[in-house]
C-alpha cells in the first residue's frame, strides 16, 4: 500500500506485522515498535489497514459472536494514538466492506447494506454526513469522494452532499477510471488487442465533461505497439498522464501475462511526451521476466515505486517492490556549453558532418521531426538530409562514452 507521499507500507501474508520502506529499499527500523506495528493476519479479504501521510489506521474483527471491528490508530512513524478512541482503540458495531480516509484523517466506511458512515479523526462518529442512499465508495480525490449510484459515477463532497454540477445531472458513466487527487481531472482507457492494439485514452475535465483540449475532442488513440497492457495510471505534479503495465518480446497470446515493464507518459494534452525516455514516450523493460506493473505510485516527477509481478513457475506469480528512476540525455544547452560536439553546417542544404571527441566512437545517429517522430537513422558521421523539408530537427547522437541531444535547421 503506498500512501500520498509515497511511502509503501508492507505486510507479508500471515505475518501479522506491518513495516514501513524507505525510499532505498530497506525496512525502517525506527517504525512502530522494532520496526512493525501488528496488524490482524485472519482478515481474510478484508482491508485491515489504511493510511495518508499522517495516520495509518488497522482493523482488527471483534471474536465471535460479536459483530463489527476494534479500530487503531497511529502516526505516521508507528506510534499509537492514546487519545484516540480508548487508549488508542476505537470499537464500531457493524461489518463493512470498504473503509478510506481522507488527508484530514477522517474515514468512511461503506457498512454490508451499502450505506456510508463517516467516523470524524477524533473517533467520534458524525452524524450529519448527509448521505444516506445505498452507493459504493470508488475513490477518493483531495476534495471529493467519488461514488457509483443509479446515474453512474458522481460526487460528494466530505459532508456528504451531492455535486450536481458534476457530469451530467450530478453523473458521469464510466467504469474503471483513474484521478487526478489534486485537481479531480480523470482518465479512462481501453486497449483491443484484437484490432492492431488499439488504445483509446479519454480524459474529463474537473466538472466531469469531456476535455476537448486533450487528444482530438476529448479522445486520445495510439497504436504504437503491439499487444501493449497497462494495469494503472496516474498524475504527475506537472498534469502529465503516467501509464504503467507490461508487454510480451515474443509467444504472446490474448489471455496471457507479459514478461516485460512498461511505461508510458502523455502530456496534458495528450501528446506523446518525447521527453520521457532519451528521445521516447515510452520505456520498456529489457530483461526478460522481470515482470510487469500491476500497480504504482509517482514520488516525483522522475521516481516511481512500483510494484511488479512476475511468473516463477506455470501457473505460479509472485510480487515485488522496486522503484524507477527517470534519467534524462544532456539537454541543448548543456552539451553547448561543454562544447564537446560539433555539427556542421547548421543551417544546413544537403549533408551535415559531426565532430565527436578524440576518444569517442560513434554507435548510431537518429533524427527526430519537433513532434518527436523518428525520420532517420544512420551510423555514419556525414549525414545527407537533402530529402528532408525545411524546418528544424531534433538530432540524438549515441557514442560509446554518452548520448547528446542538439539541433539543426535544414534550410
Known sequence: ??????????????????????????????????????????????????????????????????????????????????????????TINYNYYQVFTDNNSNLYFVDLNNKIKKILANGQVDNSFNFNNPTSIVGLSNNYLYIYRSLGLSRLDFNGNLDTTFGNQGGLYLEKFYLNENTDEIITFTISNTSNSTMIIEKYTSTGIIDTNFGVNGVKTITAFTTPMFYTADFDSDGNIVFFGGYSLNNWTIGSYPNLKMIMRLKPNGMEDYTFNHNSFYYMGNTDNDGYIIDAKIVNGNKYLVINKYRYTMGSFKTYLSQIIRTAVLSTSEIDKEGKLSVYPNPVQDEFNIVLQNNEKLESVEIFDMAGRSILKTLVLKNNVADLTKGTYLLLIKTNKKSYQTKFIKN
Open 1 to 90: 500500500m503506498f500512501t500520498p507521499n509515497g511511502t509503501a507500507l508492507v505486510s507479508n501474508a500471515g505475518e501479522g506485522k506491518l513495516k514501513k520502506k524507505l525510499l532505498d529499499g530497506s525496512y525502517d527500523p525506527n517504525f512502530g515498535i522494532n520496526g512493525s506495528i501488528p496488524v490482524s493476519p485472519t482478515s481474510g479479504n478484508k482491508m485491515d489497514c489504511v493510511a495518508n501521510d499522517q495516520n495509518i489506521y488497522t482493523f482488527w474483527r471483534l471474536p465471535s459472536p460479536s459483530i463489527g471491528w476494534t479500530i487503531k490508530k497511529y502516526d505516521s512513524n508507528g506510534v499509537l494514538d492514546s487519545s484516540y478512541g480508548v487508549n488508542g482503540t476505537l
